[in-house]
């Protein structure tokens, strides 16, 4: 009944996309990614071959998947094959050179599984985080492939777990092994004799942890700081601008180097932080004067960003966008700064219990931490100590999900 429940309502889906497309571009762009999809993937594949398949919601996903990826093709002798359900992915020119082929996912109907999974011929097929299609986990379970959900998160008020919702719950059983990222997920998952589970950890810890692994050099950076002692300010708000101009404003620290990397890149943010100011600023792309402040108006350079710092502050916590990526800036070992909302992430309340991460509410916080930290080198190397030991409990995950995968 469900699954008749399913399939009317993707197929309603279908219909009414295109209609919604003609006021909606992202929607339109949707269809247009998939209009030629199963034509482009019999053009690339052999499907006599056969192939592992890795299943990414977006961009994020993917990120956390790479250390896996290149195990994966290490150990087995097999293309690669990702697949994306939103085009940020595609915007990502740079990916695992370990990857075979990619591809927009289609959309979740019992024919379109059914071609896809002849098509692809996958041996081994892993779900990133809550990526769960009923149509293609039916589909792969009877062409014979393994099937693995990974880094995956539940809580009790999951809609997995409503009472009504017995027949997701019978997918979720489907998988051959879930890789859970800590222990109350696989007690929930138990407790909906749901059994087939492993507690890794988490991935993305090995992810940030390769970081390290590759050139963090930026272009240009090094000749513009000259040796000065670097702090970076990470995919930064309006609510966290307001901190940080009115510190530099403040304290004109002619030896610091301050870099601010916001989360909006726009020409008119650019230029609204820029105006901020009561002396010059450089900008990364256009505008590299001898002012000791640089706004970052590039996409994809702040990874490599937090090597040159000295004292890292990561944005969206102050107000309520949601705080962004702390692991980024810890793995390279100084102190961080956040906001006041952090708690939608373990890894930050797990640091700032251990008083690794400094949290701040407001300015005066703020301007004692920075000033603390910018002062005080036995301060700095505490904090940077903390998360240093953090981390090596916490790496591992994609070695343990690896010894758990059988053909």
């Not at 469900?2 to 309502?9: R, V």
């Not at 075979?100 to 996912?105: E, H, P």
């Not at 809609?159 to 879930?178: C, E, G, S, T």
Request: hydrophobic share 40%; net charge positive.
């Amino acid at each position: 009944m469900m699954n008749l429940l399913y399939g009317i309502f993707i197929n309603l889906t279908i219909l009414f996309l295109p209609v919604i497309s003609v006021f909606d571009k992202k929607i339109k762009r949707f269809l247009k990614n998939r209009k030629y999809i199963f034509k482009n993937i019999s053009n690339q594949i052999n499907s006599n071959n056969n192939h592992i398949w890795i299943h990414a919601a977006s961009l994020g996903e993917y990120e956390l998947a790479v250390p896996l990826i290149k195990k994966l093709k290490e150990k087995y002798d097999y293309k690669i094959v990702l697949t994306f359900f939103s085009e940020s992915g595609f915007k990502l020119k740079d990916r695992a050179s370990e990857i075979d082929y990619t591809f927009y996912l289609p959309i979740d109907t019992r024919r379109n599984a059914k071609k896809f999974v002849k098509l692809i011929n996958p041996i081994i097929s892993i779900f990133v985080k809550s990526e769960i299609w009923p149509n293609y986990i039916s589909e792969l379970n009877s062409q014979g492939s393994k099937n693995y959900l990974v880094e995956s998160s539940f809580k009790n008020n999951d809609w997995y777990f409503l009472p009504f919702n017995f027949w997701i719950r019978n997918k979720l059983k489907a998988f051959d092994k879930i890789f859970v990222i800590d222990k109350n997920s696989e007690s929930i998952l138990n407790k909906n004799n749901i059994t087939q589970t492993k507690i890794v950890g988490s991935m993305k810890f090995d992810r940030v942890k390769y970081q390290l692994s590759l050139n963090n050099e930026v272009e240009k950076i090094d000749t513009i700081i000259k040796n000065k002692r670097t702090v970076v300010f990470g995919s930064t708000w309006k609510e966290d601008e307001e901190l940080i101009v009115n510190y530099i404003k403040k304290n004109k620290k002619d030896n610091i180097f301050w870099i601010i990397a916001p989360h909006d890149v726009s020409k008119i943010n650019i230029d609204r932080i820029k105006n901020m100011f009561d002396r010059p600023v450089s900008v990364f792309s256009n505008d590299l004067n001898k002012s000791n402040i640089l706004i970052i108006d590039t996409i994809g350079d702040l990874k490599k960003l937090y090597s040159y710092s000295e004292i890292s502050y990561v944005g969206g916590g102050m107000g309520n966008t949601g705080l962004h990526n702390i692991l980024e800036a810890c793995v390279f070992e100084n102190p961080v700064i956040i906001g006041k909302n952090y708690k939608k992430f373990n890894e930050s309340i797990e640091l700032v219990n251990l008083h690794g991460i400094i949290s701040v509410k407001n300015q005066n916080e703020f301007n004692e931490v920075f000033n603390k930290l910018v002062e005080n080198e036995d301060f700095r190397i505490n904090k940077a100590n903390i998360i240093k030991n953090y981390f090596k409990g916490k790496t591992g995950a994609t070695n343990r999900i690896l010894k758990n995968l059988t053909l």
